[in-house]
Every structure is written in C-alpha cells, then in structure tokens.
C-alpha cells in the first residue's frame, strides 16, 4: 500500500487561519475536516452551509466535518471491528462507583474513595493515562500511589469489558493494531483545533498514513516565538518527513504579546481594559456596551461575551440580558435541584415512600400538576380529608373521588404496583418513565424556554439514572432505597441551562468558540481565573509523574502554560477586544490578571478604564425600556427622559407608599390571616404573643425556620425513635443502636464530611442525655409511660375554651412521665441560661402547666446542645421540693408559685388563662408586622423579616 502524506499548515491563531485552510482543501474530492473540539466545527460547518458552493459539496457528501470519534467509527467499521458504545465520563463514574468496595479494599484511597468528586477526578486522571499510552505496567508500582492508580485502571477496563463499553482512546488503540485501510471516498484529512498533540492522536495519525491518506493538520504559530505553541514542535517531532507549509499572514500589533522582545507592538491593538467595582457592575457595564454596539449596528454573530466560567457568570449574564433586552445565546449548568421539576419529582418520590397524603396533598401546589389555581386549596382539602379514611390510598387509587384530578388516581396506581416487590435499577428506571407516562407532570406541547429547561432537567434526572443502574447491575432494591439513591445522584448531578434567543449575541467560555467575530466582550480577568490556579493532580501528583516510564506526561506547571496560549488566542481572535475584571467579588478583594500587565507591557499604550459603584447606572436614555430609565433616573437623581416612564416611576412611588400603610386591605386577606389556624399549635400560640410575624410565617404561610446545626437535628431525631420506656440501664446502647441505623439511612444523602462530624459529635451528645435522663429519673422520681404521644393520648386537656367555642389544639409531648399517678410532659427545646430569657421560657411552660388537669402541674423542657433539663412546677405548699436542681446532673427546677413576688397557683392559672385569651384576640386582629425584641436572637425567619426597614409599622398586604 502506498504510504500517504502528511503536512503541517502554521497560522496565526482565529477563525480566518481555520476557514483558509479549509477553504484550500474543501474542493478536493474525499475530504474530511475533523477535531476534538465540537465548538471549532460547528463554526466551520455555519461557514460552509453560507457558502452555496461549498454546502453542495457537503450535501452530496464529497466532504465532510466530523468529530475524531465519528471518524474513528468509520474508520473501525470500514475494518470490521466490534462495534462498541462509547461511555462518557458520567457512565465512567459510575462504573467506578460501582466497584467502590473493591477499590476501598484492594488500595490504600480508603474513605477517600467515598469523598464527592473523587471518581470525576479518577476519570479525569485515567483518561489522561489512556491519552499519553500510559499502561498500568509503565507506572512506578513500588510506589503505593502508583499501585492504587495501576488497581483503578485494571477495576475501570474490566468494568468497560462487563458492559461492552468503549471510550475514544481505547477504540484507537484497537484500530492501531488493524490493518492500514480507507474506506472508499476518503482520501483527504484536514485536522484542526487541537492545542496539544498527546501520543493516542500522534498513533491515529501515523496509521492514517499508513492508509494512504493525505493528512494535513492546521497548527497556531506565534510570530515572534516559535516556541510558544507546543502543537507545532510535537508534530515534526513525531512525523520528521512531514512538510511545513510556513505561515503567510501578516503579523498585527497584537501578535506582539508573549514576545521574547518587550514591546515589541505599536498602539492598542484594539484592546480596551476596564477594572469594575465588583461582579455586578462589571456584568451591567459589560451588557450595556453589548447593546449600544448592537444599536450602531453592529450584527449579533460579530459579537461575542466571554467568561472563563459560565458555571460562575452565566447566571450573571443570564440575568443582565433579560433585564437590560439583549438577546443571548447562552450555555452553562446548574445544580440539578434548583429546577422545580426535578424537585417535584423528588417530592412525588418521596410521597410514595413515606404514603403521606399530607405530601400529596402538597404536590397540588404545584404548577405541574395541571390543576388550576383557584382549585388547588380545594383539591388539598380534599385530598388531606381521604387521611381519615379506612385505606386513604385505596381510596385515592379508585378514582371515584370528585373534584380530584385523574393523575392521582394514576399516581396512587403506580405507587401501589412500585411498593409491592424489588425491582433492579434498571427495572426502576422503566418505572420512573411510566411514571412520568402516565400523569401530566411535564406538558409535551408545551415550547416556552421554561419548558426547554425542565425538559433538559429531566434529561438530566433519567441520565444519572441510567449512570446509576450501570453501576448498580443486577443489584435488588425496594422503593424506599431507589427514591434514596435517587435523589442522592441528582443532588450530585448539575443540568444544563440552554438560552437560545432569536439573533443573539454568543456567549462562551473557551477561546475556540469565537469564531467569525470581530469584537470580543471578556469578562472575569482575574488571578484565579485568568489564569486559573495551578493545581496538582491529586491522583498522579508532580513528584509520581517524573517516576513513571516513558511517558511525556505534563505536570502541574506544563498545564498552567495552557492558560497563556488561551489569552493569547482570547486577544488574537478579534479584531477588537475590551477586557472587563473586578476589583472586588462577593466578599473578598481581586487582583488583576497578570496577563494584563504583559498585554499593557507589550502594547505600551494600554490603559485601565475605571467603573465605580456610581457608575453602575449610566444616565437614562429614551432609547431605553421604561423600566430602565427609571432605574438609571433613580440611581443618577434626575428626571427620566420620556413621559411614559415619569409615569411609571410616579406609579411605582405610590406602590411603595400604600405598601407603609397600617391596613389590610384585602378582605380574601384579611380573612385568611385572621382566622385562627388549624391544626392549632402550641408553638403558634408562644409565637403571637412574641411576634406577629413569626406568627403569619409558621401558622399560616407553613414556612420553616432555618433550625438547629444538624448535630442537633440529628440527636434529637434518634431519641424520639429510641425505646425511652424500657429500663435505663440499657439505654446508652439502645440509643447507640439506633443512631448507627439513621446514620445508615442518611449516607446516600449527605457528604462523608458531614457523615463524619456526625459520627464524632452525636454519640457524646447522646451519651449526656443519656447521663441526664438517669439523674432525672432518680432524683425526680420519674417514669416514662409514653413517648411521641399526641395531646388527646395524654391526661393534658386539648382544647382550650374561648368565646364560647372549645378551640382544637393538636401538638406531639416528646417523653410523657408519670409521677405520684400524674403524667409530666417533656418537650425538646430552649432552655435559657440568662435570667432576661426566662419570661419566653415560662410563656413555653405555662401554656403545657394550664392544659393539666388539678394535682400536680409540673412541664419539663430538655435542650440537647446544652443537656440541660430544666422543670418548672406549681408548689401547692411553700416549703415543697418537688424537683430538687443539681448542677453537676444538670438538673434545674424553676416554681411559678413562690410567696413574695411570684404568683400563687391561682394567680399564675388566671393570668397564663389571660394571656392565651389575648393571644386569640391578637390572632383574630389579623396583625403580620414584624415586632423586635429578645427573641429574634432565636428567630429562624430574620432572612424573610423586614424589622430593619418597617419597624414597629404593620405592612400592608394586597391580593
């Protein structure tokens, strides 16, 4: 076979040097321009379709653009190789997941291996190995790093083998091992858009060689120091007969950057440098000089924003665009579980496992579900009403139920048939897209952006699923463990956010996606950023790469060079470029890139144009939206330019006055808030008379608040679901015992970090309960009866009279104690430390003191970060110890009815009876304003509180 050849086209980096080459080539019969980068052929592919010429060619399919894996599957069909699936890096991660126990046994990762982000980087890290042909037998395995690294490579190969998967390098290394042969039609190949050559790429393109084809690859050349792309220097290396077609274009001022000679351009360049106050002028400004450009004319494809990370900026610029009306088309990625589709799946999931109606009941709420608004309060009603029903899901599942939507009754279907056995993965899979089959979740008609973005979530949902079931094979799981395992991954799993407006402006974050543009808009040129940290592979550190043999492995420093060619080619792209950074970001201060100081070192004239915090409004203009004026009016202090935004702004004054007023003026409102709420709590009626405020958001808008460490929430959770009633000398293990099996229970859910804390700090807290709890037994002569009991399970009354009416209370006693045949209730809860907190402490105890019935009145409160147990009773003779304190037991007792300045128990009875009768009057005022004092130092609504604006002044509410 007649070997062919191979040359080596130098330009200067941009898309004029790529469309030139391709331009020269593109006429040939049997071409094929392919790359690694997707970004680089699709602007190529929207260059050939402008052209009528040249998209008949690609249309009768005498050329072609590829990516280097389609080429690689053509040409391993072409010689009859087993066709396999290639395994993106997400299926890679969870084939190493999969084996996690293996990998925690055979190697020294141990707990490592558990850590979030650890098979990412192992992927990362064992691609690189596979890129440079790096066997397991080439690493240094008398080095314990290098054998725990050789044992992940064997544990992901036999992974791929099970599951007849394949990736990139290892259908090259297959091809390489084949006879040399084109297929028919294919005799030219113009490469392009790598910035390195790793050995697997070198192998391709010696056997395409082999094959007789003509290979000719596009390298960036810098004018002024040959040496600074690497690309060029690794071909002739590799292929010395290669012919190099020298650079022909003429070198501008900007080319001058990197050069081994200071200053060697002449002027700007075209380059504009802009240091903002912080992220959100930089971004403002930055937008703003986008849509001036495009009101001169200038067209959207000739413009591009950059941002080195769109996971940090897009949303910034998201958000900008929308605001300021410049359209955008926009890439970038968010957690998943900020889409609301994805968390109401997670709602829906987790409904079926705990078969809580309430939860269901909950789901109506949401949009998703195709039930209109003004139905929803009435379908929850109906759903929560099926609770008291003998089967309510049966019930639910029978559908004849009116006033309910039909996708219940398929919901209630599917929940029965997924609860009756265990199911593989893979099986739950198909479940969960029957599921989503059967209900009306996610309206397939729809075509709105938010739309897109939910179907992208669930894109996403059903792709780590499938990551999950692959590595999961075979393995047997009940519904509970699948919605678990589910929502582990989607915590771990982010989407992709895709903004694709009519002629709109691009925004990227890799230099090789500029394209055709003339004027590139930069963002973000901070250290850190631009460039980017050096950092050390964490898998195969600096010092282990140096050991491994025969290799050309780069290290950590070798990296960071990329980031100098990335500005370069940034800088060289455009003819014109304006670089934003900010002085400031979040809370922390910024330094300019250094880059910058070499771009003002090598243009000379250069200069940093400053935009404070002043300027981030510039003065109205009526080319803009109303709204925008009136922001720019009201930042500059001066009139908006146009009569439909003085009126808006006069519109939007008034608002703001009618929302001081000290009136409810809604009656649907007024009546709402108003009304006393059900089920009543005890903790709704300490929160009136604390705050109005606190009130409305926990007894009717059913918010929570932000709550304890999870420590907290974690000892608490294991002693209510601890047998407290056997004996006490078990007790310590028996709560041991059961913190292991919700430790068990919470690994899929949180981080090993978070687990570890947990596993170190809440056995000591459960220990000094335990320690309390014994002391608190003997000293007070206590016995536990009943634990998580309801109110009407207890001796304490459930209703509180008022107006004529017996008013339904409904609370959980945590631990209910029986002592000279009365019962004691304790809740979990604050137990003050200052005297100026006990007045919210007996409000707490005095609410339970009056609910019991004649005898003894005694309420004890138990505070877990503490250990603390305090009792507050009512002495019926003066000189009664009933609950004697010890400090070293932390045992304290506090009396409501001591002679002398305190109350006596008739007193006390009729003035907690006054203030629980003014605290339903406060209820029926409808009141919401927030009111200060002591306990906003506890307060878990401060976030959603407007004290500090407000005051003591009500807020108005309109419907």
């Not at 002027?267 to 903002?276: E, F, L």
């Not at 699923?465 to 582990?488: K, Q």
């Not at 010890?886 to 002679?899: C, I, V, Y």
């Amino acid at each position: 076979m007649k070997r062919g050849s191979i040359s080596i086209l130098q330009t200067l980096p941009g898309f004029e040097g790529q469309r030139a080459a391709a331009e020269r080539l593109f006429t040939k019969r049997g071409v094929s321009i392919t790359s690694s980068r997707h970004e680089v052929l699709r602007h190529l592919r929207d260059w050939v379709f402008r052209n009528e010429q040249l998209h008949a060619r690609y249309q009768t399919g005498d050329a072609s653009i590829e990516m280097v894996g389609e080429l690689v599957g053509r040409l391993a069909s072409h010689a009859a190789l087993p066709h396999r699936r290639s395994a993106p890096a997400l299926f890679q991660e969870a084939l190493l997941s999969g084996c996690a126990e293996e990998v925690e046994r055979l190697t020294a990762f141990g707990e490592a291996a558990h850590l979030p982000g650890f098979h990412a980087a192992a992927v990362q890290t064992l691609q690189e190995l596979r890129h440079h042909r790096i066997a397991p037998a080439d690493l240094p395995t008398e080095e314990r790093r290098a054998a725990d690294l050789a044992c992940l490579v064997d544990q992901l190969d036999r992974e791929l083998e099970r599951h007849r998967l394949s990736t990139l390098s290892h259908r090259i290394e297959r091809l390489a091992d084949a006879e040399p042969s084109l297929p028919q039609g294919l005799r030219h190949i113009l490469w392009i858009g790598e910035d390195e050559w790793p050995p697997i790429f070198l192998t391709l393109l010696d056997w395409l060689v082999r094959a007789g084809c003509k290979v000719t690859v596009l390298a960036e050349t810098h004018p002024f120091d040959e040496r600074f792309f690497v690309a060029a220097s690794s071909l002739t290396e590799a292929f010395p007969e290669a012919k190099v077609i020298a650079n022909d274009s003429s070198a501008l001022p900007i080319h001058a950057l990197f050069s081994p000679t200071e200053g060697s351009g002449q002027g700007d360049a075209g380059v504009r440098i802009v240091a903002a106050a912080d992220e959100f002028v930089e971004v403002e400004h930055a937008v703003r000089h986008a849509r001036e450009r495009l009101r001169q004319g200038v067209a959207p494809w000739d413009l591009v924003l950059f941002a080195p990370s769109l996971d940090e900026y897009g949303p910034l610029l998201h958000s900008a665009c929308v605001r300021l009306s410049v359209p955008v088309e926009l890439d970038y990625r968010a957690p998943l579980l900020t889409n609301p589709f994805a968390r109401f799946c997670g709602g829906a999931l987790s409904a079926a496992v705990n078969g809580s109606l309430h939860a269901v009941a909950g789901l109506c709420d949401s949009p998703f579900t195709a039930v209109p608004a003004e139905s929803r309060a009435e379908v929850k009603r109906t759903v929560q009403s099926l609770a008291s029903a003998q089967d309510p899901w049966e019930a639910l599942q029978s559908g004849a139920i009116e006033g309910l939507p039909e996708w219940l009754s398929e919901y209630a279907t599917w929940r029965s048939s997924a609860s009756s056995g265990m199911r593989t993965m893979t099986d739950w899979l198909s479940a969960f897209r029957d599921l989503l089959a059967r209900t009306p979740w996610l309206d397939e008609s729809a075509s709105s952006a938010l739309h897109r973005r939910n179907e992208a979530a669930l894109d996403a949902m059903l792709r780590s699923l499938e990551a999950e079931a692959m590595a999961l094979a075979g393995r047997t799981m009940s519904l509970r463990e699948f919605a678990r395992r589910a929502r582990a991954r989607w915590q771990a799993t982010d989407y992709a956010i895709r903004i694709r407006d009519a002629q709109g402006v691009r925004v990227t974050q890799s230099a090789w996606d500029i394209g055709p543009a003339n004027e590139v808009i930069a963002l973000a040129m901070t250290e850190g950023r631009v460039p980017k940290k050096r950092t050390e592979d964490p898998l195969l550190p600096d010092a282990l790469r140096k050991k491994v043999r025969s290799s050309s492995l780069p290290d950590s420093y070798t990296v960071a060079e990329r980031s100098r060619r990335e500005f370069y080619r940034l800088v060289a792209s455009a003819r014109s470029v304006t670089l934003y950074y900010p002085v400031t970001f979040g809370e922390g201060d910024e330094i300019q890139s250094v880059f910058i100081s070499d771009l003002q070192r090598a243009l000379g004239s250069v200069r940093v144009h400053a935009v404070g915090f002043e300027k981030r409004f510039p003065l109205p203009s009526a080319e803009d939206d109303p709204f925008d004026q009136v922001a720019c009016a009201a930042w500059n202090d001066v009139e908006p330019p146009t009569e439909e935004a003085r009126r808006m702004r006069e519109a939007l004054a008034e608002e703001v006055r009618r929302c001081d007023d000290t009136t409810i003026v809604s009656p649907s409102v007024q009546e709402e808030v108003s009304r006393i709420p059900q089920p009543l709590r005890l903790s709704h009626i300490r929160a009136v008379e604390l705050c109005s405020f606190q009130f409305l958001s926990l007894a009717h808008l059913r918010l929570r608040s932000e709550g304890e460490h999870a420590i907290w929430r974690a000892a608490v959770r294991t002693i209510r679901n601890t047998d407290l009633l056997s004996d006490a000398e078990s007790l310590r293990e028996r709560l041991h015992a059961q913190f292991r099996s919700e430790l068990d229970a919470q690994r899929a859910f949180t981080s090993e970090s978070e687990l570890r804390v947990l596993e170190l700090a809440v056995p000591t807290v459960l220990d000094l309960f335990c320690a309390v709890e014994k002391a608190a037994r003997e000293k007070w002569k206590l016995k536990p009866i009943r634990q998580n009991a309801r109110l009407s399970e207890t001796e304490l009354r459930d209703t509180i009279p008022h107006r004529g009416a017996n008013i339904k209370l409904d609370d959980t006693i945590d631990v209910v104690y029986e002592r000279d045949g009365k019962h004691v209730p304790l809740r979990f809860g604050f137990v003050p430390s200052r005297p100026e907190e006990m007045q919210d402490f007996e409000l707490r105890a005095s609410l339970l003191a009056v609910l019991q019935p004649k005898g003894l009145r005694a309420v004890l409160f138990h505070d877990v970060t503490g250990g603390e147990r305090m009792a507050l009773y009512q002495r019926e003779r003066p000189n009664e110890n009933l609950f004697p304190s010890s400090t070293s037991e932390n045992l304290r007792a506090h009396t409501a009815g001591r002679d002398g300045d305190r109350l006596t128990l008739a007193e006390f009875l009729n003035e907690t009876a006054a203030r629980v009768r003014d605290a339903f009057d406060k209820m029926g005022r409808g009141t919401i304003h927030p009111e200060p004092g002591q306990h906003c130092e506890r307060c878990g609504f401060e976030d959603l509180c407007r004290r500090q604006d407000i005051g003591p002044r009500p807020m108005e509410v309109v419907e």
